[in-house]
């Protein structure tokens, strides 16, 4: 499904990613995992085509086309979903009004006429549900007077109504309590299916109780030095980063 | 003398009696001072601070057509207007170019309310206008003023008695029609009597492709205990000029509320000044601008707390897109002895390129020392972070960037009080947007 090869990549001019490759593959749930700075979320930024980020060497294909080449919103409409980390307050535009019009181009991408009204809202009271948002905040403008939890919950929300094929989790977990973080995690779950493939980026173990990863990558200083199964996490949880840094290092 | 000037009162010296004798009675008695006045102030400058942003004299510059000779237009308005602002029935009015439309409807309803032509006003009616007639709009204050007294023929006139409601809204079509380039000059007389309320519309299109310059004087008087909601919504196409002064006078207790819609024009100035003279008053003043091309807007306001115990709010926000130029001066003028003011002033505008230019003025002047007084002023460009964030989400950056400015625009429609003109607002702003209003080609508002 997604294909990153010898990605390098700066931002203001200065490298982050220095070289990575990663391949992931249709249904495969992988962690990326690594200390402050080593260019995790900068990678999430890049799969989604942020305008501030540079990348200066390497290729990233998706469904065997290229990535690089598309822009945000077509690699939206191509399926591929960010859950921000800081999720943007957007004041004056209504949370309908948004998903409407996000759920619309998408549908006008895959060629397929826009949802009746009715139709919408009924598919947003269903959605909403999995993530149990209250319908009030439904009628706010996008995230404005959300709580952190609450931010969160809308953007598996958003999820849940575009239905993406590839998703990244970027620090979902970080400000949840435990039932926030159950629930969110949960709505994940359910809204995954066998072909649909996700880069989960977290500092703790906690959040893949709930989805179990297939691999888990460690970036340190922009590169993955390390890939291994779930029980890597845990190690990690337990012994940090410096084990890796100093194997690292002797290589 | 500028030759702008001197076009104007050679004009005048040759016209006088023409003038004078097309008109109505009731405007001709002050029309000789107005233009000793206009004589000596001329066209104000932009060394003037109230007018640095607006070139008076060039705008007045060409030579346009006036028709003194009050020769009617054949048009039929309500052919070409078929209104239908959804859930709004409104009682329409049409005013063709300076001239009340011959066949504007009769309002009667036993309460004394007068609506139309000052030519076709009852004696009540007649006494209110002559009272208040340049009382307000003082001629010998503003070149442009003096000008309109001097030249405008007809008024149209809103008259409220005493403790009468105006049931319905009022909606007044300023209609420019003409063949060749047209200088037209308004004058529009609104009285609330005690007690009086009343929900006012004005509508200015222009119908045809030719240059028009529109003058236009508003005197507006809200006894004790008034009521009154106001809209004024611009809808001409780029060869108009608007220039368009508003006095008013608030009395008692009152609830004002004045509401100035930029959506299509060429260059437009709106003056308004706002007195409050009586006490436990609330004065609001919004305004909306969507401007682009080379379009300007500039709204002047003063707002004058002359008593104690009053409150003022003021919002204007502009979306400028292109080369349009914006400004906006808005004063705010606590008089000794207006204790217990409280009055917030608030000016935002989005710049959406880097030719857009906008001027803001927010000041306060405070000569009370118990006042609640604040005033703030933005100037930014559309949010990045946000802009991504929809287009993550599938929304064409186009779209997206359209979605932030109806959003920025709608924090001051929402405070339009007449429901289904705010429906109908958010429904052409979505227009305006995308590039539909382009012209105006009738009153999109109506059709």
């Known amino acids: ?251 | 003398m500028t030759q702008s000037e001197k076009q104007y009162i050679d004009l005048y010296e040759e016209c006088r009696e023409v003038i004078k004798a097309n008109s109505a009675e009731a405007l001709n008695a002050p029309r000789e001072l107005a233009f000793k006045h206009f004589m000596s102030a001329g066209f104000p400058t932009l060394k003037k601070e109230e007018y640095k942003y607006t070139d008076v004299q060039k705008a007045f510059a060409p030579d346009y057509g006036l028709n003194f000779k009050r020769i009617d237009i054949p048009t039929d308005p309500f052919e070409v207007f078929r209104c239908n602002v959804p859930n709004l029935s409104t009682l329409l009015y049409f005013v063709v170019n300076d001239l009340c439309f011959k066949d504007n409807p009769t309002f009667n309803d036993g309460s004394g309310i007068y609506l139309g032509s000052i030519k076709q006003a009852p004696e009540r009616a007649k006494e209110a206008f002559t009272q208040h007639y340049t009382k307000h709009a003082d001629t010998a204050s503003d070149g442009i003023t003096a000008l309109n007294t001097a030249l405008a023929q007809d008024a149209f006139m809103v008259y409220v008695p005493r403790h009468q409601r105006l049931n319905k809204t009022l909606q007044v079509i300023n209609l420019l029609h003409a063949k060749t380039d047209l200088m037209v000059n308004r004058r529009v007389m609104i009285v609330l009597e005690e007690g009086a309320q009343a929900t006012l519309l004005f509508c200015d299109h222009a119908m045809d492709n030719v240059s028009f310059l529109a003058t236009q004087v508003t005197e507006i008087y809200c006894g004790n205990n008034s009521h009154l909601d106001m809209y004024e919504m611009e809808e001409n196409h780029t060869q108009c000029t608007r220039f368009s002064n508003t006095y008013v006078n608030v009395g008692a207790d009152c609830n004002v509320s004045i509401n100035n819609i930029t959506l299509y024009n060429g260059t437009t100035r709106n003056t308004t000044r706002v007195t409050l003279q009586g006490e436990h008053s609330e004065v609001t003043l919004n305004g909306c601008v969507i401007a682009d091309k080379n379009q300007k807007v500039d709204n002047n306001t003063l707002i004058e707390h002359q008593v104690p115990n009053c409150k003022s709010n003021e919002l204007y926000r502009y979306v400028l897109d292109d080369s349009a130029v914006g400004a906006f001066a808005g004063r705010i003028l606590v008089q000794p002895g207006a204790q217990k003011t409280v009055s917030e002033e608030n000016n935002a505008n989005l710049c959406a390129t880097k030719q857009a230019r906008m001027y803001s003025q927010p000041m306060l002047e405070i000569y009370a020392d118990d006042v609640k007084c604040s005033h703030g002023s933005t100037v930014g460009v559309l949010d990045e972070n946000a802009l991504f964030y929809m287009q993550q989400r599938g929304i064409p950056t186009e779209e997206a960037r359209m979605l932030l400015k109806h959003a920025f625009i709608s924090q001051v429609s929402e405070k339009i009080r007449l429901e289904p003109l705010r429906e109908r607002l958010n429904y052409l702003v979505n227009k305006r947007f995308r590039g539909q209003l382009d012209k105006c080609t009738g009153c999109s508002l109506c059709k």
């Open chain 1, 1 to 251: 499904m997604l294909e990153i090869k010898n990605l390098h990549a700066s931002v203001n001019g200065k490298e982050i990613l220095k070289g990575v490759d990663l391949t992931i593959n249709d249904g495969e749930i992988h962690a990326l995992m690594g200390t402050n700075g080593a260019g995790k979320s900068t990678l999430s930024n890049i799969i989604v085509g942020h305008p501030a980020y540079e990348v200066t060497e390497g290729s990233i294909t998706f469904n065997g086309q290229d990535l690089l080449a598309m822009k945000p919103e077509e690699r939206a409409h191509a399926g591929i979903f960010l859950s921000f980390q800081q999720p943007i307050e957007i004041p004056g535009v209504s949370m309908t009004n948004f998903l409407r019009t996000a759920v619309n181009e998408r549908r006008k991408y895959l060629g397929l006429e826009p949802l009746k009204s009715t139709d919408f809202l009924k598919q947003m009271r269903e959605k909403r549900k999995l993530v149990e948002l209250d319908s009030k905040l439904v009628n706010r403008s996008v995230n404005e007077g959300f709580s952190g939890g609450e931010k969160k919950r809308n953007e598996i929300f958003q999820m849940a109504m575009l239905e993406p094929t590839f998703c990244i989790l970027d620090e979902t977990d970080s400000g949840l309590d435990v039932d926030a973080l159950r629930i969110v995690a949960e709505g994940f779950n359910r809204l995954k299916d066998d072909k649909t493939s996700a880069i989960i980026i977290t500092h703790y173990q906690r959040l893949l109780d709930y989805i179990r990863p297939d691999k888990v990558h460690v970036l340190l200083n922009g590169r993955i030095v390390k890939t291994g199964d779930a029980s890597l996490a845990k190690e990690i949880e337990d012994r940090g980063f410096d084990w890796i840094k100093d194997e690292t290092e002797k290589e």
